[in-house]
T-cell receptor
């Protein structure tokens, strides 16, 4: 079983739509969680960390459910520039600092 | 802010040759760097953990003799793909973590820009 599972999509939504991505992780000892964004043929860039209490950054809201080992990302009022692949990333407790486990990514296309 | 630089960004090589990819931390020291590989529409897969001054730690299934990693200084790790084959064509990317003792600002993982390798 993979460490991090994501629905690859693709998700095709119109501008202004709300879209949600989900991610599950297999290791209950995982300690840190992130959402990264990766544009085509580019390196991943940190979108936001995910905290146990849930956190929001503008149009983006991240949630963590440790009991279900589930992470989500909600994007409101989608923009064309949100088109990208969104990667769920997990760091395990006790693992080498910086060792990341990536989901395969969820592809989002926002159309006019 | 801290930056990780990777070079070259694109390289084409012939089958059987070797190619070296460099990963540099520009304004911080990285005792540990990570090398990932990403095939089209796939996830980033960790290949190895590069440790300054010691041998790299390879993930299961990654050939040590084929993917040589050298981390000779605190700011440079290199990945050499030896005897490259077309199936080695992929996106290779490195990452490094800033010193966690620098507080929250240092608790950040930085990625290089990635290197596209095409073996013909």
């Amino acid at each position: 079983r993979k460490e991090v599972e994501q629905d690859p999509g693709p998700f095709n939504v119109p501008e202004g739509a709300t879209v949600a991505f989900n991610c599950t992780y297999s290791n209950s000892a995982s300690q840190s969680f992130f959402w990264y964004r990766q544009d085509c043929r580019k390196e991943p860039k940190l979108l936001m960390s995910v905290y146990s209490s849930g956190n929001e950054d503008g149009r983006f809201t991240a949630q963590l459910n440790r009991a279900s080992q589930y992470i989500s990302l909600l994007i409101r009022d989608s923009k064309l520039s949100d088109s990208a692949t969104y990667l769920c990333v997990v760091i395990d407790r006790g693992s080498t600092l910086g060792r990341l486990y990536f989901g395969r990514g969820t592809q989002l296309t926002v159309w006019p | 802010g801290a930056v990780v630089s990777q070079h070259p960004s694109r390289v084409i090589c012939k089958s059987g040759t070797s190619v070296k990819i460099e990963c540099r931390s520009l304004d911080f020291q990285a005792t540990t760097m990570f090398w990932y590989r990403q095939f089209p529409k796939q996830s980033l897969m960790l290949m190895a953990t590069s440790n300054e001054g010691s041998k790299a730690t390879y993930e299961q299934g990654v050939e040590k003799d084929k993917f040589l990693i050298n981390h000779a200084s605190l700011t440079l790790s290199t990945l050499t793909v030896t005897s490259a084959h077309p199936e080695d064509s992929s996106f290779y990317i490195c990452s490094a973590r800033d010193n966690p003792n620098r507080g929250s600002a240092g608790n950040t993982i930085y990625f290089g820009e990635g290197s596209w390798l095409t073996v013909v």
